[in-house]
């Protein structure tokens, strides 16, 4: 009697952790659901053509021209200058850190830099651009689209150093230890093997990055600042469509809102569309050495 | 007798010679070049925390160790102190905690133990997706529709069951019985949305990705014949999962909370919103407050001179603190993969 009282308990503990455990998933799945269907939902009922020929300068009668070009060039700049620099630190992650100390403190605190605040970064990119150039110009230049790019850049980062970092290390030594034997040096290989065999590994980090600074707004919001005329000077003040969504958001008017919505629409879909295509069209499994 | 010899060198090597010396100094230029750049990770994070501490100066000479314990915030006379947004975050990320860990948990619980194989790699990619969503999205998201949904459905049933002013008028058993308790459910005004309890909730929804990812991930590395020698003495699933499966990852886990902790504490679009950004010193998780983050996305365009640096000196607060939180992160996630390699 005893012993069959202690498997109905256990049993039912686990009856009630299995169905918890379902719970929190549906949990998750529902809260899902639902931020993608009111964005869509509400987004495409703000779509209108004026939205992608008129700009913000024109409130509710405008559209988001002027942001999507900005992000288009903010984001382009970002990836431009984070994207050299990124592969070739990943690249002396791999390669060449093996026997420094100094490798394995990067390659932790790049770790830290992946998911450090975004708006101390944006901070840290206000001093050491706006403010010099406000300085150098006497007040002509102060925010700039290009220092809204550099915020961007470190941002994304540490997203390709990572990945590179990892593909580089996925590469079979034997390829490595073949090209040497050959007497190949060790730029060459690195250039001409390394970095050529882990490239669609490499372009789903610099596709991640890229999604990830797409949707950035902190960090733009005292770099780029924006601007309700398009631009396409990166040492003008520039807008962007996160920027403009926050402006719009916190707008009272409700016209405005919508336009908030259909923004929003636009860079979900962009956002997400993206970290697909990198996921799907470039997995992991396609980096093939043999 | 010792006459020396000079032996003829022919233009092949010569030219052998001088191709190695090139490639030894290119060799020699690109690994400064690569390591420059590596040393460039290092920079933009110390210059991050140089910078803020450095804009962050006038007001940490200003106030001294008053900033850290003023509720102070008023531009008007240019007094400044740091609890309330210090408060707003920590509060903040606190509640994102209590509630994404627990449903993180049933997540990777159902994607390693319980889902068919067919169901787990939609539902992990469906949860992944969460991650990808931009920040300003969940911002606005929680202030035109979640924020009402609070004020409609669960503030009301809090202060029914947990304030001293409850708007049914009857105060409940609970709170005559326990002192101190409303004073964390108090609310001037009961149908506004936007508090405390609602930016906690929208960050707990961001770093559920984060955190189940972590934990589904180090949960499989779980070896198979651990799970199974369980299994093969007659244990539940739960069981496994609790006595073995939990204890074996124990500090990855840790690491993966951490992991989420810190992205709570530093993201600024989703709580901008939702928080309310009043700065009165207060208690109770119903009412509106501010957190380091937010504060900065609103004030620092229009701000000047102590104000800017007492935003610049509340992001080095948040650097430092992040910072540390990601570090204690990474060192427990580190500890399992050296495990894993063993």
Redesign the interface.
């Known amino acids: 009697m005893a012993s069959s009282h202690i498997y109905a308990k256990?049993?039912i503990?686990?009856i009630v952790?299995?169905v918890?455990?379902?719970?929190?998933?549906a949990?998750?799945?529902i809260?899902?659901a639902?931020?993608?269907w009111?964005?869509l939902s509400?987004g495409i009922a703000a779509i209108k053509p004026q939205l992608f020929t008129k700009i913000t300068a024109y409130r509710e009668e405008g559209g988001l021209a002027n942001a999507m070009v900005g992000s288009l060039i903010l984001n382009t700049l970002g990836i431009l200058i984070a994207t050299?620099?990124?592969v070739?630190?990943g690249?002396?992650?791999s390669?060449?850190?093996l026997r420094s100390r100094?490798g394995p403190?990067?390659r932790?605190?790049?770790?830290?830099?992946l998911?450090?605040?975004?708006?101390?970064?944006g901070?840290?990119a206000y001093?050491?651009i706006v403010l010099p150039m406000k300085w150098a110009t006497n007040g002509d230049i102060t925010f700039s689209g290009f220092a809204g790019g550099i915020a961007l850049a470190?941002i994304a980062?540490?997203v390709i150093?990572r990945t590179t970092d990892e593909m580089l290390r996925l590469v079979p030594s034997t390829l490595r230890e073949a090209a040497l034997s050959l007497g190949v040096?060790?730029?060459k290989l690195?250039v001409q093997i390394l970095i050529r065999s882990a490239r669609s590994g490499i372009v789903t980090g610099v596709l991640l990055a890229l999604?990830r600074i797409?949707?950035?707004?902190?960090p733009l919001?005292?770099t780029a600042?924006g601007n309700n005329f398009m631009t396409f000077n990166p040492l003008d003040k520039m807008p962007s469509l996160?920027q403009v969504?926050?402006e719009y958001?916190?707008d009272p008017s409700p016209d405005i809102?919508t336009l908030?919505?259909a923004g929003?629409f636009v860079?979900?879909m962009f956002?997400?569309l993206l970290?697909l295509t990198a996921?799907f069209a470039f997995s992991r499994s396609k980096v093939s050495h043999d | 007798m010792h006459a020396s010899i000079s032996l003829p060198v022919s233009p092949a090597r010569q030219a052998e010679a001088a191709r190695n010396a090139r490639?030894?100094r290119?060799?020699r230029v690109?690994?400064w070049?690569?390591?420059a750049?590596?040393?460039?990770?290092?920079a933009?994070?110390i210059?991050?925390a140089a910078?803020?501490l450095?804009?962050g100066s006038d007001a940490f000479r200003t106030f001294g160790w008053g900033f850290l314990t003023s509720d102070a915030w008023d531009p008007g006379n240019d007094r400044f102190g740091a609890l309330v947004p210090v408060m707003g975050t920590v509060v903040t990320a606190l509640i994102a905690l209590l509630i994404a860990v627990?449903?993180?948990?049933?997540?990777a619980?159902?994607?390693t133990e319980?889902?068919p194989s067919w169901l787990r790699g939609p539902?992990s990619?469906?949860?992944e997706?969460?991650a990808?969503?931009?920040?300003?999205?969940?911002?606005?998201?929680g202030?035109?529709?979640f924020a009402p949904f609070v004020a409609e459905h669960i503030k009301p049933w809090l202060m029914n069951t947990f304030s001293d002013a409850p708007p049914d008028g009857q105060i409940s058993w609970l709170v005559q019985h326990v002192p101190w308790i409303a004073k964390f459910f108090s609310s001037d005004y009961p149908f506004f949305g936007a508090g405390v309890l609602t930016a906690g909730m929208v960050l707990a929804?961001m770093i559920?990705?984060f955190i189940?990812s972590v934990m589904r991930e180090v949960f499989q590395t779980v070896p198979t014949r651990l799970k199974e020698s369980a299994y093969a003495l007659g244990s539940?699933?739960?069981?496994v999962?609790w006595d073995i499966v939990l204890p074996y990852t124990r500090s990855a886990v840790i690491g993966g909370v951490f992991?989420g902790l810190?992205?709570a504490?530093?993201?600024?679009?989703a709580v901008?919103?939702v928080l309310g950004n009043t700065f009165k010193f207060t208690p109770s998780i119903l009412e509106t407050g501010s957190s380091i983050?937010s504060t900065?996305?609103n004030q620092?365009?229009e701000a000047e001179g102590l104000q800017k640096s007492a935003l610049?000196a509340l992001?080095f607060l948040?650097?430092v603190v992040?910072?540390i939180v990601?570090?204690i992160a990474?060192l427990m996630l580190?500890q399992l993969g050296n495990r894993e390699g063993r």
């Open positions: 256990r049993r503990k686990n952790a299995m918890l455990s379902v719970a929190a998933t949990i998750g799945l809260f899902l639902w931020i993608l009111e964005t509400q050299p620099i990124g070739m630190a690249t002396w992650l390669e060449y850190s100094l403190i990067i932790f605190l790049n770790d830290i830099l998911s450090a605040p975004s708006i101390v970064l901070l840290f001093t050491i470190l980062l540490p150093v040096p060790q730029w690195t999604a797409s949707g950035e707004t902190a919001l005292f600042f996160p969504i926050y958001t916190k809102n908030a919505w929003a860079l979900t956002v997400l970290s996921r | 490639d030894a290119n060799d690109f690994g070049v690569l390591k750049c590596a040393l460039l990770v290092l933009s994070l210059g991050a910078s803020t450095w804009g627990p449903i993180s948990f049933g997540i619980l159902f994607l319980i889902a539902v990619s469906a949860i997706l969460l990808g969503i931009p920040s300003i999205i969940y911002g606005m998201w202030l035109f529709i929804i559920i990705p189940s539940s699933t739960w069981e999962v992991l810190g992205r504490l530093g993201e600024t679009m901008a919103f983050a900065i996305a620092f365009g610049m992001a948040l650097f992040t910072f990601l570090l990474r580190r």
